[in-house]
């Protein structure tokens, strides 16, 4: 079956602007993640949804991320006035919440980059 | 904050080498260790996983060892080829309790198995 999709796979914007980063996950898996991976780092988490409970905002690094999932499948991730330390490659997972498995299933990610 | 230490940052190994990479963890809560593999342009994929009842789990070439007292964990790949040139990632999370569905990631390492 189809994995977790990530649109736009690239994003150039302009210091100021804001942008929306969409993710796909996988049918059927109820909890979606948000990272963050930047230059030479590890996955820096963002933010958690799992089904309809209250997400889990607290890996946001500032006010200036939000993101929301819709009908519980769909999620968008919004930046809103870009900073140039905002740029690095935002990656989206979902997963299945079993205790026997935490396998993240990740999809390929949008390289941002705020000039 | 909770820290997984990944080392090395890269890794050069001949084809049929043992790659060996090594994480250790502070927090004792943690009850899950997976490893990641991301090839560029792609995102990450589970390769394999421990929970510390066990002190070792091998799957085809990959091994993990666990050392529970002394909090730390390694990635072994045997006969190492040119096509696990990859960035590798160690895991860590908690099994239950707050945050127990967030993965902290060691920095990756760098694997380049030249022929």
């Known amino acids: 079956g189809a994995g977790v999709s990530q649109s736009p796979s690239n994003k150039v914007t302009e210091k100021g602007k804001d942008v929306e980063l969409r993710c796909d996950p996988i049918?059927?898996?109820?909890?979606l993640y948000w990272y963050r991976q930047s230059l030479g780092q590890g996955l820096e988490f963002l933010i958690y949804f799992q089904g309809n409970s209250a997400p889990d905002k607290s890996g946001l690094p500032s006010d200036r991320f939000s993101a929301e999932r819709t009908g519980g499948s769909v999620s968008t991730l919004t930046i809103q006035r870009t900073q140039q330390e905002d740029s690095a490659v935002y990656l989206c997972?979902?997963?299945?919440?079993?205790?026997?498995?935490?396998?993240?299933?990740f999809g390929p990610g949008t390289r941002l980059t705020v000039t | 904050q909770q820290q997984v230490k990944q080392s090395p940052q890269s890794l050069i190994v001949q084809k049929g080498g043992i790659s060996i990479i090594n994480c250790a963890y502070e927090n004792t809560a943690f009850d899950y260790f997976p490893w990641y593999q991301q090839f560029p342009g792609k995102g990450p994929a589970l390769l394999i996983a421990i929970r510390p009842d066990v002190s070792e789990k091998k799957e085809g070439r990959f091994t993990i060892s666990f050392n529970k007292s002394a909090k730390q964990f390694s990635l072994h790949i045997m006969d190492s080829q040119p096509g696990d040139s990859a960035t590798y990632f160690c895991?860590?999370?908690?099994?239950?309790?707050?945050?127990?569905?967030?993965?902290?990631f060691g920095k990756g390492t760098k694997l380049s198995v030249i022929p």
């Open positions: 997972a979902s997963s299945l919440v079993d205790r026997s498995s935490y396998e993240q299933y």
């Open positions: 049918s059927g898996h109820t909890a």
């Open positions: 895991a860590a999370t908690p099994d239950s309790g707050a945050g127990s569905y967030q993965l902290t």
